[in-house]
């Protein structure tokens, strides 16, 4: 049996991004007032436009830099930070995650393989026990299908399976890696729901990331073939 690595993504695939994001929408009008929190959204969808992911620690800091201290005194704004670096984020885990991860280990070795800025999303792997699950193996990106070659060197294997919901960044891992992966599309999140490449054709789709502890070895080795 060939031996397999699983590249697995953690926002909308194995925690729901969406909600926390709404959570905290919530959290920092309370801080801020509407004004202020547009303001915050503003500058984050800015970082991500520039950065192509999102920034949390670039938006926080142009809030501070570009609000006097008479809009936003010291104190409310450390709230602010503190609303990111202390969330909980283990209870966002999506139902049956550590569970399916467990069952990915009976397989072959599950890696966590994330974008975003590399302060705010390894704190989110770390402190939602993701980290622990997979004993440690994680890798953060700012564009991961722009570093195949370097997340096979580090965990190395003959046949590798990419899990996640957004379907240019297995698009892209397909087109470049061939039947040498097989693509899994998890249907949960806004990525998930919205537009999709012309060339994209997940091997398998899957509901719930909970799915996935239904299947087998043999099944990640399917691949559809190329035309």
Known sequence: MPTLVFWIDVDNTLLANDDVKADLAQHIEVE?????????????????????????????????????????????????????????????????????????????????????????????????DLAEAVQGRVLLFIHKQEHLEEIMKAYPGDHYVAIDDKPDILADMKTALGDLVTTVFVLQGKYALGDKPDNFAPDQTVVHIGDVRNYSAEQFLQTKKSS
Do not use: C
């Open 32 to 128: 801020l007032g509407p004004e202020l929190a547009q303001r915050f959204w503003d500058l984050y969808e800015q970082a991500r436009h520039e950065k192509g992911v999102v920034d949390i620690p670039l938006a926080l800091a142009r809030l501070r830099e570009q609000t006097p201290l008479a809009e936003l005194d010291e104190l409310t704004y450390r709230h602010v930070h503190s609303l990111f670096d202390n969330y909980p984020f283990f209870r966002a885990l999506y139902p049956d995650v550590l569970e399916t991860l467990r069952h990915l280990s009976t397989l072959g070795t599950p890696v966590i393989v994330s974008d975003g800025d590399q302060f705010f999303q390894a704190e989110k792997v770390f402190s939602s």
